[in-house]
């Protein structure tokens, strides 16, 4: 512990003699000498987006559990999505039937807008066994999925 203050110390003393030699780059958002404020870089996300949301809940599961679960077959979605429509928007709307044993039992009612049954079936293909909550029995979840592409790099 005696030597504990001047390690401390003489580490201070390195670092501040690192730090003044070292020239800092200018920031990227300012302004360059001849007065042109250069354009801010804007973020490149090239998935497709994709927004869950449950709509409503009839039977014993957790609406707000269901979501989150839902949420969590974004790569099963974005899989259908660029095999059937991947640079349309579209929203999508379908009934999941989730088991009381805590799965995504079946996808009944689909729709699309625009019309896409290729989407729709194939949502309906894939997303069953989807991990889902536990409850006593069924329930029955009303389901919105919106659809974008992605950005684009400019």
Known sequence: ???????????GFVLLATGRESKAEPPASTPSSEGDAPKPERPYHPEPRVIVNVVSLKGPHNQ???QHDARFGWKRIVRCYKA????????????LVISGEGNLARVL????SPAN???EQCLSDILPGLSMPK??????ANVEIKLAPGDRPN
């Open 64 to 66: 707000a559990r269901v």
């Open 109 to 112: 009612n689909t729709r699309s």
């Open 117 to 119: 049954r290729e989407l």
């Open 135 to 140: 409850a006593s029995e069924n329930s029955t």
């Open 1 to 11: 512990m005696r030597f504990a203050f001047p390690v401390f110390l003489v580490l």
């Open 84 to 95: 059937h429509s991947p640079h349309e928007r579209a929203l999508v709307t379908l009934d």
